[in-house]
């Protein structure tokens, strides 16, 4: 068709229009869509065979070489899959959009013929007298309507035609214009389209190949991207991926990682395959830039990306690549073990100056994994995900920074935190699975926020909260899980455990004097009203949860510097072992089995 239409000035006509073969399309489309697919198996032999064949067995020079070579390869294949998925997806959308308009066309023609008019090859409309005149009362002269393809760009004139038939004609040929306009315009996009999409030198994953996905998610969007469901529930969506052909769903996850790998309540398995095709995506983008805030993001995903890819160490569970994405602070959603076959699952929400950056790549990743890690030693049937889908406040002031976050982000996060729960909820194999909430630091008043809204958060069963500020409620029944279902863990040199109750207290800004830390370490500890920033002290006896042991952790001030390591090593098996292994047994479903400590 290309060669026929160019655009506003398009030589095709209504008759080459009918004629159209969009099955040919679709052939062409399925063909590009079975080189996707093998190039997708070849990488994943590659790297799931392969790879770790080669590491395990063979050391040195050549070996190492012949890695690189590889992950090399599995990156071309990679680069083949996608390209090829784009290929495939733009043809479907371009014969989407041919058959839509081909059906316009042929009841404009079916209405022609059933009034006994004539469509000339110009597309303009023959009709027949009809009427009556008003002077010799003979039928008014039949004539000719020419179609007008933008009827909104044509100012009406006021007059009528007296022979009703020039109404119907005018009607018909506004329709085949229209039809034949919106394809020739659609023919000229889809080609521009076709001819950008060409190997880059090296089949490598630059920035171009996000812009080449972008302008088919454009032009497909009447295709697909309207069919999927954002405003539906986990469950609906859950249905509607179920409902789809294999073919629409390679399709999907082609032209929309970032979306279908985001969709709570599609399966894990999907969402996992998704984004580590999106997360290649978004590094090409990221470098391609030059601010700090990009280099921060890629940094972030190059690390993410190495562990991926890493051999797991015997006994570590499988990672799963949940959700990622470059919005706000960044957003990366890491399960160790599978959430979906799972009897127990667990997702932990990190707070305060949270983003996507090494120290979350590193160390949030290494929570999740301590934790799953040593649950699984209870129950194998174990996953661990840690949730960064949220901007928590950031701030350069450290600690001092809770005194002034609001509570804003942790509505906004609950919100989100809710819906990832619900899905994961509807997603899982087992009738009936164990599930449990983390909330560290803001985290947790991010957590507090989530069983405030509706009946509490779909599914889960357990609520563990540590490094708390406070979380919303002043009740541990209030979470909606049972007073006895909430386990609080507060390190006696937490500071963010200690700090004061609005009420009572006026906290200034810390600056980095070692005497303004001290002051503030010292006038939050000596509060003594049982209030902290957010509500009532989790770890006191009138809030009614279960508090476990946590190691003290060192002091504020120690070393000769001032340090808030004591806020940070909750999850830490070998810092914090009392701690980590209470948190390890809640979410391993024995959460009975845990050793309280006195309440505050």
């Given at each position: ?30 063909g ?6 093998r ?33 090399r ?44 008019f ?9 009709y ?9 009362g ?14 909104g ?12 038939n020039?109404?119907?004609a005018?009607?018909i040929?506004?329709?085949v ?8 315009d ?22 171009a ?14 295709y ?30 082609a032209?929309y ?67 990622i ?34 120290e ?10 301590d ?7 209870i129950?194998d049937?174990?996953a ?53 909430a ?7 008043r991010?957590?507090?926020?989530a ?8 599914g889960?069963?357990d609520?563990?909260l ?14 909606k ?16 455990t200690?700090?004061p ?47 476990f ?27 914090d ?6 948190i ?17």
């Amino acid at each position: 068709m290309s060669g026929r239409s160019g655009g506003a000035g398009s030589a095709l006509t209504w008759s080459a229009l009918r004629e159209v073969k969009c099955a040919e399309l679709e052939q062409a489309a399925d063909g590009w869509g079975r080189v996707s697919n093998r190039a997708d198996a070849v990488r994943d032999r590659i790297e799931g065979e392969l790879l770790p064949g080669l590491r395990d067995t063979q050391k040195g020079e050549a070996p190492d070489a012949a890695v690189r070579g590889l992950r090399r390869l599995g990156t071309n294949f990679q680069y083949i899959y996608t390209e090829c998925g784009l290929l495939r997806t733009t043809l479907n959308s371009l014969a989407h959009e041919i058959k839509t308009q081909q059906r316009v066309l042929q009841g404009a023609l079916d209405d022609a013929a059933a009034l006994r008019f004539t469509v000339q090859a110009d597309g303009s409309v023959t009709y027949p007298a009809a009427g009556e005149g008003l002077v010799d009362g003979k039928p008014l002269a039949g004539g000719t309507a020419s179609g007008v393809p933008n009827p909104g760009m044509v100012p009406p004139t006021g007059l009528v035609a007296p022979n009703p038939n020039a109404g119907k004609a005018q009607d018909i040929a506004d329709r085949v214009a229209q039809a034949v306009r919106a394809a020739a315009d659609a023919d000229w996009r889809y080609a521009r389209i076709l001819r950008s999409l060409k190997a880059h030198e090296g089949l490598g994953v630059p920035v171009a190949t996000w812009t080449d996905a972008a302008a088919v998610r454009d032009a497909a969007r009447g295709y697909l991207k309207d069919a999927i469901p954002h405003d539906a529930s986990p469950a609906e969506r859950k249905a509607w991926w179920a409902g789809l052909t294999d073919e629409q769903r390679e399709e999907y996850l082609a032209v929309y990682p970032d979306q279908i790998g985001n969709l709570d309540g599609i399966p894990a398995l999907v969402r996992d395959a998704a984004n580590r095709d999106n997360l290649q995506l978004l590094m090409g983008k990221l470098e391609g830039r030059d601010d700090a805030d990009s280099a921060t993001k890629l940094a972030a995903l190059r690390e993410i990306d190495r562990q991926l890819r890493a051999v797991p160490e015997v006994g570590d569970p499988p990672m799963y690549l949940v959700g990622i994405g470059d919005q706000g602070n960044g957003r990366a959603i890491v399960s160790y073990g599978n959430p979906d076959t799972s009897r127990n699952v667990a997702a932990y929400v990190p707070g305060l100056n949270t983003s996507l950056d090494e120290e979350f790549a590193e160390g949030d990743l290494k929570r999740a994994r301590d934790t799953a890690v040593a649950a699984r030693e209870i129950d194998d049937s174990t996953a661990a995900i840690v949730w960064l889908g949220y901007d928590a406040p950031q701030s350069p002031d450290g600690m001092s920074s809770l005194a002034v976050a609001g509570t804003e982000r942790a509505e906004v996060g609950g919100r989100a935190f809710r819906g990832f729960m619900s899905g994961l909820n509807v997603s899982n194999d087992h009738s009936d699975p164990h599930m449990t909430a983390i909330g560290h630091s803001y985290g947790s008043r991010t957590v507090g926020a989530a069983t405030q809204q509706g009946e509490g958060i779909p599914g889960v069963d357990d609520i563990v909260l540590v490094g708390s500020p406070g979380i919303g409620v002043d009740r541990a029944e209030d979470l909606k899980v049972g007073r006895d279902h909430v386990f609080v863990g507060a390190a006696e040199n937490d500071v963010v455990t200690h700090l004061p109750s609005m009420k009572n207290a006026l906290i200034a800004a810390a600056g980095s004097a070692l005497g303004e830390a001290g002051s503030l370490a010292v006038d939050a500890v000596h509060q003594g009203d049982g209030g902290l920033w957010f509500g009532e002290d989790p770890a006191s006896e009138e809030f009614g949860a279960r508090r476990f042991a946590a190691d003290p952790g060192p002091p504020l001030i120690g070393l000769g510097r001032p340090t808030i390591d004591a806020h940070s090593q909750y999850f830490d098996p070998k810092l914090d072992s009392a701690s980590a292994d209470s948190i390890a047994m809640v979410v391993a479903g024995n959460g009975h089995k845990v050793k309280q400590e006195s309440a505050r």
